[in-house]
């Protein structure tokens, strides 16, 4: 157990010195949320902006933590060969797993709750809260972005890797229903969004401060894309290059 707590202090106090990780954790979502919720920018009929805004921000926190920033940095310790040597330790592999499982929850828990800050400080007051549906979708969400997010840094080059998590978080942000409605896309564009997981993630977590009822087309559809990227990850992830 001391080896673990040793190690998950390790991965907390990386992500904290690293400043490119905090800006795309902490800084940019809060900037966007302010930015967009003082702002005509959005195409959305709804009567209150930070109402739409305010679900896709906590949907686009999570796949900033499980994806991007967890996935970058595994493909650079994958790279220095940090995950062959830290597997050979006697923190073995599943508590280093464990570990960045751990962390990961930690940072996303920090997150929540200082992006719930900054909204009711905007005047976001959802008319319901389903608490059971919100955890289940965190949960959901946060192995499949993960999921997605070690499948690439699992195969890719720490370089080649970074390039294609930068490319697919701006994808899967803009097509996502975070700042646009897919109803407010071209037909083809949005019929594609529709099917992506940041858009079902950000869909049912914008119905669980909405609606008592579960989206459960989209919840299934969400849990296979979840399933399916953690078997990839699992099957195809190597641990040095």
């Known amino acids: 157990m001391k080896i673990f707590r040793s190690q998950l202090r390790q991965e907390l106090t990386v992500m904290a010195r690293n400043g490119e990780q905090l800006l795309l954790l902490v800084v940019i979502p809060i ?5 967009f919720a003082q702002t005509d920018f959005l195409p959305t009929s709804s009567e209150s902006k930070i109402d739409f805004l305010m679900p896709g921000i906590l949907g686009l926190a999570v796949m900033s933590t ?15 060969g940090v995950l062959k040597r830290l597997g050979t330790t006697p923190l073995g592999t599943r508590r280093l797993i464990l570990a960045k499982v751990v962390a990961i929850c930690v940072i996303e828990i920090a997150q929540l709750v200082l ?30 972005f993960a999921g997605i997010g070690l499948t690439l840094a699992g195969r890719l080059r720490a370089e080649i890797n970074l390039a294609a998590q930068n490319g697919l978080y701006l994808a899967l942000l803009l097509l996502g229903g975070i700042f646009v409605s897919n109803d407010e896309l071209p037909t083809t564009l949005g019929n594609v969004a529709q099917v992506l997981p940041s858009s079902l993630f950000s869909s049912l977590l914008r119905n669980s401060f909405t ?31």
């Not at 900037?31 to 930015?35: A, E, R, S």
């Open 66 to 80: 499980a994806m991007a920033s967890l996935g970058i940095a595994t493909g650079f310790e994958r790279s220095y």
């Open 115 to 144: 992006l719930i800050f900054v909204g009711q400080l905007l005047g976001w007051n959802p008319s319901r809260i389903n608490l059971v549906q919100i955890l289940v979708t965190l949960l959901i969400g946060t192995s499949c």
């Open 31 to 35: 900037m966007l949320l302010v930015f």
């Open 211 to 241: 609606s008592n009822q579960i989206a459960t087309t989209d919840l299934i559809a969400l849990c296979v894309w979840a399933l399916s990227a953690c078997a990839l990850a699992v099957i195809s992830f190597k641990w040095s290059d």
